[in-house]
């Protein structure tokens, strides 16, 4: 049995609001940042109501948690990283063309995450639970990581003498959110040129 239309209106404005909630306060992080930002400021933002934004998301800290899981999937869908075609798609593909499948699809992730998780790392200095949020999203990265190096060592095209456990480590170091930001915000480059830097960099170092 389905719902009422009023019932399908009402989710979607719901729905609505809370991605314009959710908009106003990536602003005002990136912008300001996370301490700098008030929940009365995102709800002005936003031009909701402030008991609105604390009825919906309760804590700053759970609109930031969401907002990161958000912009890291790209999408509202409860499905993982590897879950997805791409993964798929890229782990099936030749050792080369998988760290370069790797680097186009974390090159369109931190296009949209890195401002946000730079303001986890800032705001996880003073806030334990943000710091914990932080360590969680770095071992995220490296668990997707320790995947895609584990298949290169099925494939046999790990260098001598390196592990896929450090190969996902230092797959970690080359493409950080940190490093992303730093060459295309501050140094000019464009996310074509950090993906054929990431690629290639991950290819020599890693690939027999």
Do not use: C
């Not at 593909?93 to 992730?109: C, D, F, G, H, N």
């Not at 959110?177 to 140094?187: A, G, H, I, S």
């Amino acid at each position: 049995m389905t719902g009422s239309p009023k019932t399908g209106v009402r989710a979607a404005k719901a729905a609505a609001t809370r991605e314009r909630m959710l908009k106003a306060a990536r602003k005002l992080f990136t912008e300001g940042g996370y301490t700098a930002t008030t929940m009365q400021a995102i709800a002005a933002e936003a031009g909701v109501a402030v008991q609105t934004l604390y009825f919906t998301f309760d804590t700053k800290r759970a609109i930031l948690k969401e907002l990161l899981d958000i912009e890291i999937a790209g999408d509202t869908l409860p499905i993982a990283s590897l879950e997805r075609p791409w993964a798929d798609e890229a782990l099936a593909a030749p050792s080369a063309e998988m760290l370069r499948l790797l680097a186009v699809k974390t090159a369109e992730i931190h296009s949209r995450v890195a401002a946000v998780l730079e303001v986890v790392r800032s705001a996880a200095a003073t806030d334990p639970e943000i710091a914990e949020i932080w360590r969680t999203n770095i071992t995220q990265r490296h668990t997707v990581l320790a995947v895609f190096t584990g298949a290169l060592a099925a494939k046999g095209s790990l260098r001598p003498g390196v592990s896929p456990l450090r190969a996902a480590d230092t797959a970690l170091a080359i493409m950080t959110p940190e490093t992303f930001l730093l060459l295309t915000r501050d140094r000019g480059w464009s996310n074509e040129e950090w993906t054929e830097w990431a690629a290639d960099t991950l290819a020599r170092l890693l690939l027999q």
